[in-house]
């Protein structure tokens, strides 16, 4: 999947990039990133990817006509769908700093207990800007933020939308940012500068907690939803601090009110697709649509996109539709940090140091179909347990606390803990992960520990701005620890 670019365009980019000069426009496409926070794969259209026994959400799309994601799957005939995606960490802050910098969690260190990225590496929007792109980022979470975690560095436009109430997340019912951001992503269009490439990016927020989708998409639904019921942050902390016993849940409310968010989602994506056809912008532009990670919807015992790396956080949907087009399939394994290395190589810009997990996607079927794709989860923030212990004093949150790192290849995947704990799975067999096979297949587990033990921890030291009062607050009232980073 590596197709190198000839010696003189290297040099000449080389040039360019030092010179501070513009790109020629016809030389340079236009891009535009889409992560679709929160979406797990098999919420999504079946072309989308593979399920395995993860489809726990594929009934609930006989709900929508035309699917929980039907305006994803139209992309998606358009451009290239990678069936086989899977995000380089299962929360926000490390995932967005993996696909726009290209490197591991264990490399770049934008962690949880360090949400900060210091790694002194270009990120792909300083390239881009280096070469004459204008950046913009429009969003409504607010880890995204400079102040938050400096994840959008390089960004000269960083736009963030309001998200209303701590623990709300929401700034009318059922919605949470994405309408205000898409108005402000048109309004950019209209009054940038149309003789310069663009470098786009955005996140839609709706699948996120609290699960509480708009009355149009609750009474499309078939049967409708309710109109007041939601699943709050609150709720997804009770559950994982095990106050709410899992065969006592109604897990068709919750997934039904998630794939209701989901359709909502992609409705958004559908109108961020008319803005760019508006502005004569979707024909000729590199347009990548992701998600930063799923979600745990009482999988393996969990709610939300913490203290896991299964399949149910890792494996996202990936859609790249090239401005020729070359419309397909590839079923070869990829990870979200190949953005990076795609954008990079179709811009033309050379990144600054190696990035050795992040290779050009391209429309062949060229790879390999064992490469191992690597993923990483270093500890919640210690704030978070403490959360769950307040909520449930008499808890045992010992296996929540440890690290994960996961490797995947082929169908196996092996994940480590850092107390221990050793899990190896065939996820075609055993697409739910409920039989460890370490015992059974020692050859394949050695194989996978050494491929882990190859990606060593490098992360950079240094010091880390501390997050302002306001910022940590709505942070907070996502459901998630700060801590007082950099104090």
Not at 235 to 258: I, K, M, T
Not at 340 to 367: M, N, Q, W
Request: proline share 9%; charged share 20%; hydrophobic share 40%.
């Amino acid at each position: 999947m590596r197709i190198p670019l000839p010696a003189p365009v290297l040099l000449v980019c080389s040039l360019l990039a030092a010179c501070g000069a513009g790109p020629a426009r016809e030389s340079a496409p236009d891009v535009v990133l889409v992560v679709l926070d929160t979406l797990r794969r098999d919420a999504c259209d079946p072309s989308l990817g593979e399920k395995g026994g993860e489809s726990v959400l594929s009934t609930l799309a006989q709900g929508f006509p035309g699917g929980l994601t039907p305006n994803l799957a139209a992309l998606a005939r358009e451009g290239v769908v990678f069936t086989q995606a899977f995000s380089a960490a299962p929360w926000t802050v490390p995932s967005h700093a993996s696909i726009l910098t290209g490197l591991l969690p264990s490399s770049h260190g934008c962690i949880a207990r360090r949400p900060r990225l210091i790694h002194p590496e270009r990120t792909l929007a300083e390239l881009l800007r280096a070469k004459g792109y204008q950046t913009a980022a429009f969003f409504s979470n607010p880890w995204l933020s400079e102040r938050a975690s400096g994840v959008l560095r390089g960004f000269d436009v960083q736009e963030e939308s309001p998200i209303g109430g701590l623990g709300v997340l929401a700034t009318g019912r059922g919605d949470q940012g994405g309408a205000r951001t898409l108005g402000n992503v048109e309004r950019w269009l209209g009054e940038r500068d149309p003789d310069r490439p663009l470098f786009l990016f955005v996140n839609l927020f709706e699948a996120h907690l609290p699960y509480d989708p708009p009355l149009s998409v609750r009474r499309s639904f078939s049967p409708p939803l309710p109109d007041d019921d939601q699943v709050s942050i609150q709720w997804g902390h009770e559950f994982n601090a095990g106050l709410h016993p899992s065969d006592q849940v109604d897990w068709e409310r919750v997934r039904r009110l998630y794939a209701a968010d989901v359709h909502q989602v992609d409705r958004l994506l559908g109108r961020l697709i008319g803005i760019l056809k508006g502005a004569g912008l979707y024909d000729d532009t590199l347009l990548v649509v992701t998600s930063d990670h799923g979600e745990n919807l009482g999988d393996h015992g969990l709610m939300e996109h913490q203290f896991s790396v299964h399949e149910t956080l890792l494996a996202v949907p990936l859609v790249v539709r090239w401005p020729a087009g070359h419309p397909g399939s590839s079923s070869l394994p990829v990870s979200t940090a190949d953005i990076f290395a795609t954008v990079a190589k179709s811009a033309g810009v050379i990144p600054d140091g190696p990035r050795p997990h992040s290779l050009p996607l391209s429309p062949g079927e060229e790879g390999d179909p064992r490469r191992a794709i690597f993923s990483d989860y270093f500890q919640p923030h210690p704030e978070l347990i403490a959360l769950l212990h307040s909520l449930n004093p008499k808890g045992n949150f010992a296996a929540f606390e440890q690290a994960r790192r996961t490797v995947r290849s082929g169908p196996m995947r092996l994940t480590v803990t850092s107390g221990g704990g050793v899990r190896l799975y065939d996820m075609q067999a055993d697409p739910l992960q409920e039989h460890d096979l370490s015992a059974e297949r020692p050859r394949v587990l050695t194989r996978l520990e050494r491929l882990l033990a190859e990606v060593p921890i490098d992360m950079p030291t240094g010091e880390v701005p501390v997050m302002d009062e306001a910022t940590r607050a709505k942070i907070e009232g996502m459901g998630y620890a700060t801590g007082g980073e950099g104090k």
